[in-house]
């Protein structure tokens, strides 16, 4: 049973460039979920897909916009990266949208910003 | 608003010795979900467990236990003998039923270092 897998693990980039990152669900799973944790922080909700269309958003600029594809996979792409984009991203994915769903989340992509 | 709460940002103990780590939260929502996840150094979130607002009943699942009191707004997490295995950030996570718009609140976590 395959968990949620997310590409690439590690990204360098340089301020102003643009980037995506990649996210399989757990196989039966229809809802991805992003999150971005800067160091020492707990993760912090970015967007979450279903049937192909964001349903909810977080507190994020629009520089920050994604895409979910009919197999249920995700991408997250950032433009105009700025320092502070530099975190780790997570890639959470469960069934449905309801709040209490336990979210699986995958190992992320340590975005660095130089 | 919504609040997640993690006083104790790092906590430090020996191997067998029981520790708790804590959590308070706010929300105006009268339904809502607790939850507790795991974060070893690989990165990955691991789902530990999860509480309905509506059900305060406490639950152990091994050597971990949960305390939850919503009179204090408190949903605490106890490792009993605790484990080098054990060390890793601990985070927990709230998820408002009637009204905003996250899936999951989370407070900035506790990194349990337990030593052999």
């Known amino acids: 049973d395959a968990g949620v897998t997310q590409s690439p693990t590690h990204l360098i980039k340089t301020r102003g460039q643009q980037v995506t990152l990649r996210c399989s669900p757990k196989?039966?799973?229809?809802?991805v979920s992003w999150y971005q944790q800067a160091l020492g922080q707990g993760p912090q909700f970015i967007f979450q897909?279903?049937?192909?269309?964001?349903?909810q958003r977080g507190n994020f600029p629009d520089r920050f916009s994604g895409h979910q594809f009919p197999n249920y996979s995700s991408e997250l792409n950032v433009n105009a990266l700025l320092l502070g984009d530099s975190a780790l991203y997570l890639c959470?994915?469960?069934?449905?949208?309801?709040?209490?769903?336990?979210?699986?989340f995958g190992d992320g992509t340590r975005l660095s910003i130089l | 608003a919504q609040k997640v709460t993690q006083a104790q940002t790092e906590i430090s103990v020996v191997e067998k010795e029981d520790v708790t780590l804590d959590c308070v939260y706010e929300?105006?929502?009268?339904?809502?979900?607790l939850f507790w996840y795991k974060q070893p150094p690989s990165g990955e979130l691991v789902f530990l467990i999860r509480?309905?607002?509506?059900?305060?009943q406490n639950e152990i699942s091994g050597r971990y236990s949960w305390n939850f009191q919503k009179s204090t707004s408190s949903f605490n997490f106890t490792i009993t003998a605790s484990q080098v295995v054990d060390s890793a950030v601990y985070f927990c996570?709230?998820?408002?039923?009637?009204?905003?718009?996250?899936?999951?609140?989370f407070g900035k976590g506790t990194r349990l270092s337990v030593i052999a």
């Open positions: 929300t105006r929502d009268t339904t809502y979900y």
């Open positions: 509480r309905n607002s509506f059900d305060e």
């Open positions: 196989s039966g799973h229809d809802t």
């Open positions: 996570a709230l998820s408002p039923l009637n009204s905003g718009n996250t899936p999951l609140v």
């Open positions: 897909y279903y049937e192909e269309e964001e349903r």
């Open positions: 959470a994915s469960s069934l449905g949208t309801g709040g209490g769903q336990p979210q699986h």
